[in-house]
C-alpha cells in the first residue's frame, strides 16, 4: 500500500512539472511572439 500511494505522489509530481514546463514554453512562445515592445511597456509600468 506503502508504494502505491509514492507512485501516486510521483505521478502528480510529473502532471504538476509538466504544466509548469508546458506554461513556461507557452509564455516564451507568447513573449516571442507579440514582441519586446509590449514586454518593455509592462515593464516600464507594471502597475498597468
Request: aromatic share 10%; charged share 20%; proline share 4%.
Amino acid at each position: 500500500m506503502g508504494t502505491q500511494r509514492v507512485e501516486m505522489d510521483v505521478s502528480r509530481r510529473w502532471k504538476i512539472a509538466i504544466i509548469v514546463l508546458t506554461a513556461g514554453i507557452a509564455a516564451l512562445v507568447l513573449v516571442l511572439l507579440y514582441g519586446p515592445s509590449w514586454f518593455i511597456a509592462w515593464a516600464d509600468d507594471p502597475g498597468k
